[in-house]
């Protein structure tokens, strides 16, 4: 089958995520503005994961869950100590970041209840002992938890 001889009539919509600030570089001479015009019809600005702590038990505790059920592993969650380092890690690698590192710790974890040190060694080295992240973690995810009973992961 070739391609076809007539157009056809197509709806779509397209939806661009970055990191950048394209108003500054428009401004700047980087990036086209009427590209910047035709895309930049309704804007969202979602925070980086290192702003939204309330976020984080919620997100880790969701891949957690979706890992141990692929690799088939009775994970049952995090050590105090490991949910101290997640509050305290400032996530340079956004959610991408969050999701790698519940991969590799239910991966490597030999335990149902995974430590700082299977998920990152740069986690085991920065986890301050006492500073109150393991009642945050657990108050964060409650409040996060409570506001979005409804919702339903697939």
Excluded: H, K, Q
Aim: proline fraction near 8%.
């Amino acid at each position: 089958m070739g391609g076809g001889e007539r157009a056809l009539p197509f709806d779509a919509r397209l939806i661009c995520a970055t990191n950048r600030d394209l108003e500054e570089a428009v401004t700047a001479g980087r990036f086209r503005a009427d590209l910047d015009y035709r895309i930049n019809v309704l804007p969202v600005r979602v925070p980086p994961l290192g702003e939204r702590p309330e976020d984080i038990p919620l997100l880790l505790t969701r891949y957690l869950r979706e890992f141990a059920a692929r690799f088939e592993v009775p994970i049952t969650g995090f050590a105090p100590a490991a949910e101290e380092a997640a509050l305290e890690w400032s996530w340079p690698g956004n959610v991408r970041e969050l999701v790698n590192r519940a991969e590799r710790a239910v991966a490597l974890a030999e335990r149902p209840v995974i430590g700082p040190a299977t998920c990152s060694r740069s986690w085991s080295a920065r986890v301050a002992a006492g500073s109150g992240a393991s009642r945050r973690w657990r108050r964060l995810g409650r409040r996060r938890n409570d506001a979005r009973s409804s919702v339903r992961w697939p």
